[in-house]
């Protein structure tokens, strides 16, 4: 018997990396066609002028410095929407926990955080989620210390797009939710390991977004402001730099974190991530051993969890976390027509989704250079190791100010943010690339390709690119 299910597992695997095999060739074969009708003016829109491109290009685009306990790190972040409102969220934050005179000698958090049906849970979980780490991370006794002071956990130093804090409601949610986690990690006996410290602080968030949304006995409706932020979803990469050398990296989705190391003069590319997508073998069996063998013929459908969800791990999305019965209850006080199934088809042994991170840890080196965070958006027309190659040549070349030569040219080496902050911007050097099909070992991107792409009302955009967040760490 444990022979014909090891079979039978390992088939169904094989077939369902095999049908959405076609199907992606065929995907992509489409989208190709359809870039080209951009690209060859099949598709007929006014085209903005270069000013407006570089309007476009520069309004997200922010640097920053940060002292991380002596170590210098500059980050390049950039944001070019395509959904309208954005549905992607960046996030900079320093995590307060250094020892009380230096308190902002702690972590430095970078996180890219990429929402699908509506921005509400992208924007609390990058609101949420460096308090959350910076509990999982806090020695106990200065944990102790900052929740008798009632002092802050976290200080935002940029956010994409700029945006207010947490509405009152959810706001006073959030202290209720993150004062109980505090005291239940204050109540360890014994602290575990780091890394499951900081999985359980990812997954956590995710149980108290869900909890809060659900119906409670007698209710006679729900909270809608709540219910948007759980039944939306998002992904999300985090990086998290540690004093004195060391680089944290917690992956939820299909979001990528990318590491740019030089040695002998040569660029190479070691991506810190793998996709939590049906094109991920390893992903596709961990679901498939989470779930009686009688449902394996249809977890997957067309690439997507259930034949829904393209990621197979995410913050929200409770229509694939809730039992049948709860989702049931949530549609009649929502009052959906009765013709709408609340549950998703084939759902017999819920969770099918989790928000359990991958995490990866490592020491920095002289080798490693920088760092790139950023959302399918950017990498579904851009490899790990072009962005790799690219950003190294324009730090080679000096041209941004950061390599050799200190010069400047071209637009991209002149970006000035709206905080004041002038010079290169990397992260709008990698959004370039992208729009305009740039490669390893081409010198600029098509001006052509990034003035079509952008000039493409929203209805039509969509179609052919998605939001681009990046944010591009130099850690040297």
């Known amino acids: 018997l444990h022979y014909r299910v090891r079979c039978r597992l390992a088939m169904t695997i094989r077939r369902a990396a095999a049908r959405p095999a076609w199907l992606r060739r065929w995907l992509h074969a489409a989208a190709g066609l359809r870039h080209a009708e951009v690209i060859s003016g099949n598709q007929q829109f006014p085209l903005i002028s270069p000013q407006q491109v570089r309007q476009l290009l520069r309004q997200g685009a922010e640097r920053h410095t940060a002292d991380v306990a002596g170590w210098q790190v500059s980050v390049h972040c950039n944001q070019v929407p395509c959904n309208r409102p954005v549905e992607d969220r960046l996030a900079v934050s320093r995590l307060l926990i250094g020892p009380p005179v230096q308190s902002q000698d702690g972590p430095l958090l970078v996180g890219v955080f990429d929402g699908h049906a509506g921005p509400a849970c992208a924007n609390s979980v990058h609101l949420r989620l460096p308090d959350y780490l910076a509990v999982a991370m806090a020695d106990p006794l200065r944990l102790h210390d900052i929740k008798l002071a009632g002092q802050a956990l976290s200080l935002n130093i940029a956010r994409l797009p700029h945006g207010p804090e947490l509405e009152e409601e959810l706001g006073r949610l959030h202290d209720q939710q993150l004062s109980a986690f505090t005291s239940e990690t204050l109540s360890m006996s014994e602290p575990e390991p780091l890394g499951h410290r900081l999985r359980e602080a990812m997954q956590r968030l995710d149980t108290d977004i869900g909890e809060a949304a659900q119906p409670r006995p007698g209710a006679a409706g729900l909270n809608r402001a709540l219910l948007r932020v759980a039944l939306s979803g998002c992904v999300g990469t985090v990086a998290l730099l540690e004093p004195p050398d060391r680089l944290h990296v917690l992956h939820v989705g299909d979001c990528a974190a990318v590491l740019g190391r030089c040695h002998d003069q040569l660029w190479y590319a070691h991506k810190l991530t793998e996709e939590h997508r049906a094109d991920n073998p390893a992903e596709l069996e961990r679901l498939m051993r989470s779930h009686p063998v009688s449902e394996r013929d249809f977890l997957v459908r067309y690439d997507r969890l259930?034949?829904?969800?393209?990621?197979?791990?995410?913050?929200?999305?409770?229509?694939?976390?809730?039992?049948?019965?709860?989702?049931?209850?949530?549609?009649?006080?929502?009052?959906?027509?009765?013709?709408y199934n609340p549950v998703p088809q084939y759902y017999y042994t819920p969770p099918y989704l989790t928000a359990e991170p991958d995490f990866a840890t490592q020491q920095i080196t002289g080798d490693d250079r920088f760092l790139i965070l950023a959302s399918d958006g950017l990498w579904d027309h851009l490899p790990p190791e072009d962005?790799?190659?690219?950003?190294?040549?324009?730090?080679?070349?000096?041209?941004?100010?950061?390599?050799?030569?200190?010069?400047?040219?071209?637009?991209?080496?002149?970006?000035?943010?709206?905080?004041?902050?002038?010079?290169?911007?990397?992260?709008?050097?990698?959004?370039?690339?992208?729009?305009?099909?740039?490669?390893?070992?081409?010198?600029?991107?098509?001006?052509?390709?990034?003035?079509?792409?952008?000039?493409?009302?929203?209805?039509?955009a969509r179609y052919y690119r998605d939001d681009i967040t990046v944010a591009v760490l130099l850690l040297h």
């Open 306 to 339: 259930l034949g829904e969800l393209m990621p197979l791990r995410a913050f929200g999305d409770i229509r694939y976390k809730w039992s049948a019965d709860l989702l049931r209850t949530a549609g009649r006080l929502l009052q959906l027509p009765a013709t």
């Open 387 to 460: 962005a790799v190659a690219i950003v190294g040549a324009a730090i080679d070349s000096g041209a941004f100010g950061i390599g050799g030569g200190g010069g400047s040219s071209g637009s991209d080496a002149e970006e000035v943010t709206e905080s004041g902050r002038s010079g290169a911007n990397l992260a709008t050097l990698l959004v370039r690339a992208a729009l305009g099909g740039q490669k390893r070992g081409d010198s600029e991107p098509s001006e052509a390709m990034i003035t079509q792409l952008l000039s493409a009302p929203a209805n039509v």
